[in-house]
């Protein structure tokens, strides 16, 4: 018998876990001995490694947990066991962060790129980080964040503190082939609800889980 029930055992999400089903996952076979779930990882010389402080790293996703692996039983990846690894490069999913910090809505976030007990963690400080393409959504625990990632490449993002989406209805969303990668908020893009959509180079989808077109009815 179970010492205790569910009710009392539950635990929020951890971090490196991908959250609806509108998310874009990239595997990896060559990545690095000990490659932490659930935060940030760089390119290196064609291998995904963990943030190590070197010089103007490339952040080339968010490392999600091995789902055959049992959360007790580690935060990382091991060659012995795995043959590839999982990245999220667009979608909403949780990242190990900074403790004590309190992000805005919507906030850039920067992997930590110092510190070794903090490396590739998220960050809404500039100093000692990396600016990636994500957004900060909301707080799970202090340690634990849901995130969005957007897809674009950090340097084609306006850096603020306040939330600033592109706007527009059904009818005058651009067309989806000269917006590639871009994310709008669509006012009535869900049966005449608000909803977000992204452009996939050929047509509109809405990141709602569903990957319908947005529609105004």
């Known amino acids: ?18 959250v609806g089903e509108a998310n874009i996952l990239i595997a990896q076979t060559n990545f690095e001995l000990g490659l932490v779930f659930g935060r940030f990882a760089k390119l290196d010389a064609g291998r995904i490694d963990n943030m190590d402080g070197s010089g103007a790293p490339a952040v ?23 043959r590839k690894i999982s990245l999220c490069k667009m979608g909403l999913a949780t990242v190990e962060a900074i403790a004590g910090e309190t992000p805005d809505f919507y906030a850039p976030i920067y992997a930590r790129n110092s510190g070794a007990g903090d490396m590739g963690k998220a960050s809404v400080a500039s ?11 909301a707080k799970i625990t202090d340690t634990v964040w849901l995130v969005m990632i957007t897809g674009q490449a950090p340097s084609g993002v306006t ?38 959509a992204y452009s996939d180079g050929t047509a509109w989808v809405k990141l709602d889980g569903t990957g319908d077109a947005p529609s105004a009815t």
Do not use: C, W
């Not at 080339?60 to 795995?82: A, F, K, M, Q």
């Open 1 to 18: 018998m179970f010492p205790t029930t569910t009710n009392t055992d539950h635990l929020k999400t951890p971090a490196g876990e991908i």
């Open 159 to 196: 850096v603020t503190n306040n939330f600033a989406a592109r706007v527009a209805t059904v009818a005058t969303l651009p067309a989806a082939a000269g917006a590639t990668n871009q994310v709008y908020l669509v006012t009535d893009g869900a049966a005449g609800e608000p909803v977000q």
């Open 60 to 82: 080339v996703g968010l490392v999600i947990r091995d789902l055959t692996n049992p959360i007790e039983d580690g935060l990382t990846y091991s060659t012995e066991h795995t």
């Open 127 to 137: 100093a000692n980080g990396v600016l990636t393409d994500a957004r900060f959504v």
